[in-house]
């Protein structure tokens, strides 16, 4: 695997770390007094945008999203540029769902673009080299192995850079690149996810599904599960002299790739347009 990573730190850190930061954000006093707070007022709608209760993605608890939440995103004039970690579960009756909110002048999605993108204290990946783009749908750090996000639905949103050797940093400062798999939207061991109504333009994969391979483990995996991509605009997406990148490269048990607009790769790219796999 190519990864092109730059960071002096072994990964026994990196899982402290990581183990460290689930428990800050998940035992934080603040954090849970706002959502027993909201919980207690019936609220579980979240609005992210200019003059909205939140203005970045990286101030929204994501760890703490549950059953029946929804957060909408609304359209700013320039892009959100930061990384989602959606690792909560929903139910079947009561997905999470985060949807945009085309509020432009014109109509326009909110476009979230990770080139030179940030995340924060919120998204609590497993390692640095698992942020690899606007949206990823993964286990978070602290988590058990066999804890597998769930339940969610990903609706209305522009999502760009995604691109291997693309530029991000961290909340405590430090600064990296994507690696070879970063795509628009990634999911990786997910269940009963579903992608709407999305632009996905100008990443390496633009819809990227897999397993999740344990990382620092014995090499076990867990398959991703019930994943629908339905409905989306997916162009321009793929590496310069890469084979290996696509619009939709998926494999999951239970693969739904319906009615999605589709189009070229990114001129150079030497990938295909759909591929993808249901094993069952």
Known sequence: MIRSFKMNTNKWVI???????????????VLQ???ASAATAGVDIIHVGPGRQYTMLGQVPWPLLGPGDKVYIHWQETPYRELILLSSKGTAAAPIEVHGVSDGPNGEKPIIDANGGYYSLYSLFLGPQFARGP???????????????????????????GLWNNPLSWYYGTTGTMDSKSAGITIEGGEHIRITNCTVTNNGNGIYVNSEVVPYGDGRFYPSRDITIESNTIVGNGVVGS????????????????????????PGALGSDIVANSLD
């Open 15 to 29: 899982v402290l770390l990581s183990l460290a930061l689930a428990a800050a954000c998940l035992f934080n006093p």
């Open 33 to 35: 007094s706002n959502r």
């Open 135 to 161: 949206i990823n749908v993964q286990r978070s750090g602290g988590r058990l192995e066999t804890y597998r996000p769930s339940h969610i639905w990903i609706d209305n949103l522009e999502v760009r850079g």
């Open 243 to 266: 084979s290996e990148h696509h619009n939709v490269n998926a494999t999951a048990y239970g693969l739904t790739v319906q009615n999605n607009t589709t189009g070229p790769l990114r």
